[in-house]
């Protein structure tokens, strides 16, 4: 599918500044899920800046789309995609992580505006995704409900009796977004527990599955726009695959980045090496 130019050019700014917005959290407080924020950026901007129905200054409104962080670890990153959509103020960063900030370093819902969900324990999310999407369904509530997670999440059972019973009541309002990064705390994803053939898992479970390169701007918008226009009455995946610290190199070759800490000096770096891989109307 060909895009309008305009459209992947727009897209890829918005994805060039959340990655800014996140680095410049980042700096605040000197570490945090850099990695995630830098490689999920590309999926965020689609989600926020082209596939949701929301309304910036009324992040209550009941017709909104749903997004559920359920990799609440991953804050830093919805917060620089809620700055973007025009949700938070840019301001707000500044406080990222410190005392009464609305911008906690893990994601609550009672703190921040656009925040559906308290995550972190992992394997939640989609849990408490299916239960939105039934009510959603019996209130006539034409909202979607994105629930976004990482591949560590693959390893609690609850992802998948949640899996089972969205295929069961046909819950074409849920589409999850699955972050393969390969990259959990414990090291490389597919150590701790193997999970592959993904796609052929999630398939089996009853699910309308794309498997695309998270970082290919043109491939997630397509992705995007495929599960929305779907007619078959089941729940819909994404899956894609990312690169942790996607724009940074010395960032993206890191062995280990899951949780990182960046000297002082770096982060100017890395925002300096960020913008010079962008056009001048990309930069914040």
Not at 268 to 275: E, G, H, K, R, V
């Amino acid at each position: 599918m060909t895009f309008p130019t305009e459209t992947l050019a727009a897209l890829s700014q918005s994805a060039h500044r959340i990655r800014r917005y996140a680095l410049r959290m980042g700096e605040v407080q000197g570490q945090g899920y850099i990695g995630q924020a830098l490689g999920w950026a590309d999926v965020l901007a689609v989600a926020y800046c082209h596939a949701m129905a929301i309304r910036p200054a009324e992040p209550e409104w009941e017709c909104r789309d749903r997004f559920l962080l359920s990799h609440g670890h991953y804050a830093i990153a919805h917060y620089a995609a809620l700055i973007e959509a025009g949700v938070i103020a840019e301001s707000e960063l500044e406080s990222y992580g410190c005392d009464d900030s609305r911008l906690p370093m893990s994601g609550m819902a009672t703190y921040t505006p656009g925040m559906e969900i308290s995550g972190g324990s992992l394997g939640q999310g989609l849990v408490i995704g299916v239960g939105m999407a039934l009510a959603l369904k019996h209130k006539n509530n034409p909202a979607l409900i994105y629930n976004s997670m990482s591949d560590g999440e693959l390893d609690e059972g609850s992802t998948w009796e949640a899996a089972m019973s969205a295929a069961h009541h046909r819950l074409d309002n849920l589409i999850c977004l699955v972050d393969v990064n390969n990259q959990q705390a414990d090291g490389h994803s597919g150590k701790v527990l193997g999970f592959e053939p993904l796609a052929d898992k999630w398939a089996a479970f009853g699910w309308h599955v794309q498997r695309v390169t998270g970082n290919d701007l043109p491939a997630v918008l397509e992705a995007f726009d495929a599960a929305r226009a779907l007619k078959e009455a089941k729940p819909r995946v994404m899956l894609f695959d990312t690169l942790m610290g996607k724009g940074v190199p010395f960032l993206e070759q890191r062995e280990k980045n899951h949780f990182i800490r960046v000297d002082p000096p770096e982060w100017q770096l890395a925002l300096s090496i960020l913008d010079a891989s962008q056009p001048a109307g990309a930069r914040a």
